[in-house]
């Protein structure tokens, strides 16, 4: 059993005997596809892991819209290529690898399994299936985070905000 799915088998464990569900997101779900990495045609600067290591943001437009206003959705990056967050109505996490300005997931995202209202379900199974399709990210002027996804034909970002910080950590 390899370290990623030892942990989440722990995490199942734990999350169980409290009563929560946990789903790893591999079944049969189009979530669960690991993103492979694709050229970048844009002459946008190189950027490394480095710069999204011990890292966290919010998401602030998704394509042409904004995400529900009564949840937020964060995205946080250890220094340990794990990363971790709250899709709206559930926690979030999983592997990824950052180099050149190409991102993808390194392992199948992992989910608590908590009933929301339906927007914010609907609302949180799209923005892990974006995040799962992700092939490029940058660190704007503006110091936002740009994740881009999509399938070749048509191209969508994930914008994120730094988070702010507070003394609570969540992941």
Not at 58 to 79: M, N, R, V, Y
Not at 88 to 94: F, I, K, L, P, T
Not at 115 to 130: G, T, V
Request: aromatic share 8%.
């Amino acid at each position: 059993m390899n370290f990623s799915k030892k942990i989440i088998a722990n995490i199942s464990i734990l999350i169980i005997g409290t009563g929560i569900g946990f789903s790893s997101l591999t079944t049969g779900n189009a979530i669960a596809q690991i993103s492979q990495p694709v050229n970048q045609n844009s002459p946008e600067t190189t950027q490394n892991l480095s710069s999204l290591k011990n890292t966290s943001w919010q998401l602030i437009t998704w394509g042409e819209s904004q995400p529900l206003a009564e949840k937020p959705i964060t995205l946080s990056f250890k220094d340990n290529n794990q990363l971790a967050g709250s899709s709206g109505c559930n926690r979030y996490m999983g592997t990824f690898e950052a180099k050149n300005n190409k991102f993808s997931l390194k392992s199948p995202l992992g989910s608590t399994m908590m009933a929301c209202p339906e927007d914010l379900m609907k609302q949180e199974q799209q923005f892990l299936k974006a995040l799962t399709a992700a092939k490029s990210y940058k660190i704007n002027a503006q110091g936002e985070l740009e994740i881009q996804y999509g399938d070749g034909q048509q191209n969508n970002v994930l914008k994120f905000s730094p988070a702010k910080t507070s003394k609570t950590k969540y992941n």
